[in-house]
């Protein structure tokens, strides 16, 4: 999985920056769909509402690159009022494994989610998860109290890693005396 990410994330950078003014006429955003040439895919009407927003060109890539490593049954998350009361009642305001399809935190004030992809950073990604840093994910800033939703895809050696990661993190959190719910 590591390489097949790689290899999609090398052969996108290499593509040039284009602007809105500059896009292909092909790509078109409309209604739940994106389509380009012969690509199309559907998308909830709330995704597509928010991604309308972006450069045309960016939404395009980000989908792509999900599309490419075959992640469309792993563009799950709990439901959004579960994300609420968390959000609301317990501070919740990290998610991790996240994309910006997926993402329930993308819109809100204060969250913040983790991606696969540098390039979901325009997204509101605050990076990769194995990368960031649980107890103080906002570079570093401390905060004293963390929440985080982690829904990891299902995939043995992602769920192993993820464990350690937070096994690690409930340490450091001991450690700096932060408040880490997960």
């Known amino acids: 999985a590591r390489y097949i990410v790689s290899t999609i994330n090398d052969t996108v950078g290499e593509l040039p920056r284009l602007s809105d003014d500059e896009l292909p ?4 955003m409309y209604n739940d769909r994106i389509t380009y040439r012969r690509f199309a895919i559907d998308l909830p009407k709330q995704v597509m509402a928010k991604l309308k927003r972006r450069n ?3 939404v395009l890539i980000m989908v792509m690159r999900y599309c490419a490593i075959v992640l469309k049954s792993q563009q799950w998350a709990i439901p959004t009022k579960l994300f609420n009361v968390l959000y609301n009642s317990y ?10 399809i997926s993402s329930n935190f993308a819109h809100r004030k204060r969250a913040s989610y ?3 992809f540098d390039c979901d950073r325009p997204f509101g990604s605050i ?3 194995m990368d960031v840093d649980m107890t103080a994910p906002l570079n570093g800033v401390v ?3 963390v929440g985080w939703i982690v829904h990891p895809p299902y995939i043995e050696h992602v769920l192993m890693a993820t464990t350690v ?4 993190a409930l340490d450091n959190a001991k450690l700096t005396n932060t408040n880490l719910f997960i």
């Open 25 to 28: 006429a092909q790509i078109h």
């Open 56 to 58: 045309k060109y960016d």
């Open 91 to 100: 501070g919740v305001m990290f998610e991790a494994c996240a994309s910006p």
């Open 114 to 116: 983790c991606s696969m």
């Open 127 to 129: 990076g990769n998860f």
């Open 143 to 145: 905060m004293g109290k």
């Open 165 to 168: 990661k937070i096994l690690n």
